[in-house]
């Protein structure tokens, strides 16, 4: 089955411990995405990937770091994280460079609060 | 800067009513334009999108409308079905970014 798997589905942690969401995809996507849903605030883009070791800033990047060393995966990584990155957190993957052309496949999301 | 607006936070149509959802942008750089649709504790699901050269693109029971002019764009749901109650998000592309609105809950009636 086509899937993109986020890890862990709900976190809490507390301000400033390092924290770790994994995000995989089965569809051989070359291109992956991180967003943040806030309420009022709509979908935000953090952070996107269009291939393996090609990353760029999305919208709202302040605070995350991504790498993307395998085509399948699209880890999110939060070095000290802080109370306004509490939010929930989408993994998105899309066949091709042309975003608009193609589905992206998004994931169940990651619900993360940081005390 | 919002670049691309949902003013409608919410709307209740009745099953078997045309629901229209609405958005608008002020970027006239964007090329294409996307629904996506959203259930509780799901990720957002890819339901319809337009290119900027043309003016309607339908799909079974959604149609998706592009004024230029008016830099507006709506979905048609036509009929609505309980099903369809969800939150819909509208999206707009330009090279390899994404700006998604901030979405519209719609509520399906008996």
């Known amino acids: 089955e086509a899937q993109v798997t986020q890890n862990p589905r709900y976190l809490i942690t507390v301000t400033g411990k390092k924290l770790t969401v994994t995000c995989s995809q089965n569809?051989?996507?070359?291109?992956m995405s991180w967003y943040r849903q806030d309420p009022g605030l709509g979908l935000r883009q953090i952070y996107y990937?269009?291939?393996?070791?090609?990353?760029d800033k999305g919208d709202v990047p302040e605070g995350y770091k991504v790498s993307r060393k395998e085509k399948r995966n699209f880890p999110l990584i939060l070095e000290s994280p802080s109370p306004n990155q509490t939010s929930l957190y989408f993994c998105?993957?899309?066949?091709?460079?042309?975003?608009?052309?193609?589905?992206?496949?998004f994931g169940a999301g990651t619900r993360l609060s940081v005390l | 800067d919002q670049q691309v607006k949902q003013n409608s936070p919410s709307l209740s149509v009745q099953e078997g009513r045309i629901s229209i959802l609405n958005c608008d942008y002020t970027n006239s750089m964007f090329d294409y334009f996307l629904w996506y649709k959203k259930y509780p504790a799901e990720g957002p699901t890819f339901l319809i999108s337009?290119?900027?050269?043309?003016d309607k693109n339908e799909d079974g029971r959604f149609t998706v409308f592009l004024n230029k002019s008016a830099k507006h764009l709506s979905l048609h749901i036509v009929p609505s079905q309980p099903g369809d109650s969800a939150v819909y998000f509208c999206a707009a592309t330009r090279d390899d970014k994404i700006i998604f609105g901030k979405g519209t809950r719609l509520h399906i009636l008996p």
């Open positions: 998105a993957s899309s066949s091709d460079r042309a975003l608009a052309k193609n589905i992206q496949y």
């Open positions: 569809m051989n996507h070359e291109y």
């Open positions: 337009i290119s900027s050269i043309k």
């Open positions: 990937s269009m291939n393996v070791e090609v990353t």
